[in-house]
């Protein structure tokens, strides 16, 4: 079942989320993450003032996204994987199967 969300303005773009769609939800956390990166979750969930539990699944399986191997990820771009202190996010080495560990 869809819960309503109130408009929000996310990095001064309007956005009408009117329900838990991945795709608008996953273009927003793009947005944020683009101007901001390294944030974590429940950060990225109060900007866009939705639960934390409604974001994790998009951070976790749409591959845009990509995090840090800290105890508490921070978030980026998979775009923005220079950023990261160990390049090899751990999402990014399941995913390539390259795992050096």
């Known amino acids: 079942m869809?819960?309503?969300f109130p408009t929000v303005k996310v990095l001064g773009?309007?956005?009408?989320?009117t329900s838990f769609d991945t795709d608008e939800l996953a273009s927003a956390l793009a947005r944020l993450?683009?101007?901001?990166?390294?944030?974590?979750?429940?950060a990225l969930a109060a900007t866009l003032?939705?639960?934390?539990?409604?974001?994790?699944?998009v951070l976790y399986n749409d591959p845009r996204f990509i995090r840090s191997d800290e105890a508490k990820p921070r978030w980026f771009l998979a775009t923005?994987?220079?950023l990261v202190d160990a390049v090899a996010t751990?999402?990014?080495v399941m995913q390539s199967?390259?795992?050096t560990t």
């Open 80 to 82: 923005q994987a220079g």
């Open 33 to 42: 993450l683009e101007a901001a990166p390294g944030q974590f979750a429940p």
């Open 49 to 57: 003032k939705v639960p934390k539990g409604t974001i994790n699944p």
């Open 90 to 92: 751990t999402k990014s």
């Open 13 to 17: 773009i309007e956005d009408d989320v």
């Open 97 to 99: 199967g390259l795992r």
């Open 2 to 4: 869809s819960q309503p």
